[in-house]
């Protein structure tokens, strides 16, 4: 009786376990992810017009779940937000345009690079003159503030002789060069172009400048599986061509993988002398001393390669774009110049090791004895700039060792804070950091830098390989004796280096001598500014300052329309309208000086208006009765005994309001006119000395004005 029983409830247990295998089997077989991801960085992660996510990192996610049979719930959080799900295990992954550093390989795994970044130049559809950098010679070229592109053109504005305009956002920038102020732009390659799949009506000119690697991610040691499928389907995609498909849907092209090897031995040289190109100026790289003598990483490091490889060079300092010009036409067996290695790249050039990586460091002042260590930042306050590899860093590690973070929108601003002691410590880009150390920033690197992108010697594809065999053994054997990190840190980093060529720009005096031209001429267009627009606002005031008093109703309503109008526009929006938003209404082009003196003289002219009205009617009404009352007309009454008076009454304020006007030409400065202000955010984004420039600036805006108020003031004593 008893095993009746038991059978029936083995037969049940059985089911049970079968079930319960089965269920688990298909739930493996269709697992589902939480991926977090961007709010919004377009042309990896945005919402279409229906409100649906989309986009490269989106679309290579989804057919990469499709191709490895397993689904995503994708959580649109913001990069901040998504990377601490995936530390905090509320995400099993994150995909968000993440640049794979060393950094935050410590917290993070990460699969094969799905995308390589970086900037590159852009031209109008119908441009067919510049085809490269050396087509730019005498045009005008845009890039936003304070970026990688902003760095390059200033780098190789003497090489190529162009001018440089530096614009607040994207979209002023593009309209720019659609609207003709500027012949070519450079922006983010990805983002120009997604900019040209969605219409603007531009093309991408030359090979991008090689960027960062992104990369899926997963926390470290967890979700070994998902990183494998990802890394698998992610060739699958670029094997079936799926990859390219989807990458070309946003940005009109894709990449490919790289490969790269070496081999460790003393390799034969088939020619006597090998001629190497290089960039003419790009410190600490290579750069001329003030002997006249070239120098630098790039150079000592060659040059002491050639000595144990036993092989003879002949330099050539051309520039970057040339020195890429010759090795492909044959003219040069060689190129070292700073190339970053990229994929691109590898399709034109065989590389050797990487012989330098670039990164992020923190910094901190040169007299600081207390951090020497990231635990040592524990309770203090770490600046770095907003959306870079340094606030990236700090954010992932900041529980870890119990800083608090400040960020910057601007080096300048970061560098004065640890001068000034609001912050304890900083990070940055490693380069970047030695060369303020040069540059007279007090400043010490009591950390190993973190690394990033890396350098490589080159050839071109296929040819003089023993070149490129020599360089990469003649590194390793510099690199195993030590003598490769006394070259690197003769340059960068220690602040103990000789002194550079040029006049230092650490003092005042310094940055006088070396800039005063500029100061000089952005001051005149300032003057300009603020003499041709008032000039004019008078005229076009007085008008509508005597409308304001008219008998006639209809030129009252119609002035004071106007006024109402100029004066509840801010005068940076009607500055953006004028110079942007015409030319795409009017199809009429406007130079931004024009747009400059315009806006100016709208503004003024509503608030002179305004002073005229008050000065007429500040003269007694009494007054225009009794003229009237003789017989003169009201023409002839405003002209021989209102006015007159009212002039006298007019006078302080219109040396008050041409005072406003000089100082408004700064507003300017955000259409791209390089008036003063501008001039000295140019000089500070190169020399990092904020604090002096500005003062500088200060001080010549306040020796302008106060001669022209005594000139002013002079004025108006002989009216009266």
């Known amino acids: 009786m008893r095993k009746n029983k038991l059978i029936p409830f083995f037969i049940f247990l059985m089911a049970s376990i079968f079930t319960l295998g089965f269920a688990s089997k298909t739930n493996a077989a269709e697992k589902t992810y939480k991926i977090g991801t961007d709010l919004t960085f377009a042309p990896f992660e945005f919402q279409n017009s229906d409100g649906e996510y989309i986009g490269i990192d989106v679309d290579l996610l989804n057919q990469i779940a499709k191709d490895q049979n397993f689904k995503i719930d ?11 799900g995936v530390q905090s295990d509320q995400l099993d992954g994150m ?15 990460f699969s094969d690079p799905y995308f390589d970044s970086g900037i590159q130049m852009a031209v109008k559809n119908d441009n067919k003159d510049i085809k490269d950098y050396s087509d730019l010679k005498g045009k005008t070229v845009a890039a936003k503030i304070g970026t990688e592109s902003a760095t390059f053109l200033n780098k190789n504005k003497d090489k190529y002789g162009y001018e440089i305009k530096q614009y607040e956002a994207a979209d002023a920038m593009y309209n720019a060069l659609t609207n003709g102020n500027v012949e070519a732009i450079f922006d983010d390659y990805p983002v120009l172009g997604y900019a040209v799949t969605n219409g603007q009506p531009f093309k991408l000119v030359g090979d991008p400048e090689k960027g960062s690697a992104y990369g899926f991610a997963v926390k470290k040691g967890e979700n070994k599986e998902l990183l494998k499928k990802f890394n698998q389907g992610l060739k699958d995609l ?3 061509g799926s990859y390219d498909k989807i990458v070309s849907e946003y940005i009109s092209t894709g990449s490919n993988d790289s490969a790269a090897s070496s081999e460790m031995k003393k390799i034969e040289p088939k020619k006597d002398v090998y001629v190497v190109a290089s960039d003419s100026a790009f410190a600490p790289f290579e750069y001329k001393d003030s002997d006249g003598e070239y120098k630098g990483i790039d150079v000592d490091l060659l040059k002491r390669i050639a000595e144990l490889q036993g092989f003879k060079i002949d330099f050539k300092f051309i520039g970057f774009s040339p020195a890429m010009q010759a090795l492909e036409s044959g003219q040069a067996d060689g190129m070292i110049a700073g190339m970053t290695i990229t994929d691109e ?3 034109n050039y065989d590389f050797s090791d990487p012989y330098f990586q670039s990164g992020i460091q923190l910094a901190v002042a040169k007299d600081n004895k207390d951090i020497k260590d990231y635990k040592d930042l524990k309770g203090k306050t770490v600046g770095a700039k907003v959306g870079t590899e340094s606030a990236d860093f700090l954010e992932a590690h900041k529980k870890e060792y119990g800083y608090t973070i400040k960020s910057f929108d601007a080096a300048d601003q970061l560098y004065d804070a640890l001068k000034v002691g609001s912050i304890d410590a900083m990070m940055d880009d490693y380069p970047v950091i030695g060369y303020a150390v040069k540059q007279g920033q007090a400043l010490k690197t009591p950390i190993k830098r973190e690394v990033g992108g890396e350098y490589g010697f080159a050839v071109k594809k296929g040819q003089n390989p023993e ?7 003649g590194l390793k054997e510099l690199k195993r004796t030590g003598e490769y990190d006394e070259i690197v840190n003769q340059y960068i980093g220690s602040g103990s280096e000789e002194k550079q060529s040029t006049v230092d720009e650490s003092t005042i005096i310094g940055l006088l001598k070396n800039n005063y031209k500029s100061l000089l001429d952005g001051l005149w267009k300032t003057i300009i500014l603020a003499l041709v627009s008032f000039g004019l606002a008078l005229v076009v005031g007085v008008i509508f300052g005597l409308f304001r008093v008219s008998p006639v109703s209809s030129l009252r309503i119609i002035a004071g329309i106007y006024i109402d109008i100029i004066r509840g526009i801010p005068m940076m929006v009607l500055a953006f309208f004028i110079f942007f938003g015409l030319p795409g209404i009017t199809g009429i082009k406007i130079p931004d000086f024009a747009a400059g003196i315009i806006t100016l003289t709208l503004n003024a002219s509503a608030y002179i208006a305004e002073i005229v009205r008050g000065g007429i009617n ?3 009404v009494g007054q225009m009765e009794a003229s009237r009352s003789l017989g003169l007309s009201y023409n002839r009454t405003m002209q021989k005994i209102i006015l007159p008076q009212a002039v006298k009454i007019m006078i ?6 041409f005072v406003i006007s000089l100082k408004d030409t700064t507003i300017i400065s955000a259409i791209g006119v390089v008036e003063l202000l501008q001039t000295g955010k140019i000089i500070v984004a190169r020399t990092t000395q904020s604090s002096y420039v500005y003062l500088i600036i200060a001080i010549m805006y306040l020796i302008l004005i106060t001669i022209l108020t005594k000139l002013a003031n002079r004025l108006d004593k002989k009216v009266k």
């Open 345 to 347: 790249r590898k399709a």
């Open 652 to 657: 302080p304020s219109f040396i008050n309001q």
């Open 238 to 240: 670029k094997q079936n």
């Open 74 to 84: 994708l959580r649109p959080l913001g990069f901040d937000s998504s990377i601490q």
């Open 467 to 473: 070149l490129s065999e020599m360089f990469t053994e």
């Open 618 to 620: 500040a003269v007694p």
């Open 95 to 109: 995909i968000a345009g993440m640049s794979i550093t060393d950094e935050r390989k410590k917290t993070f795994d």
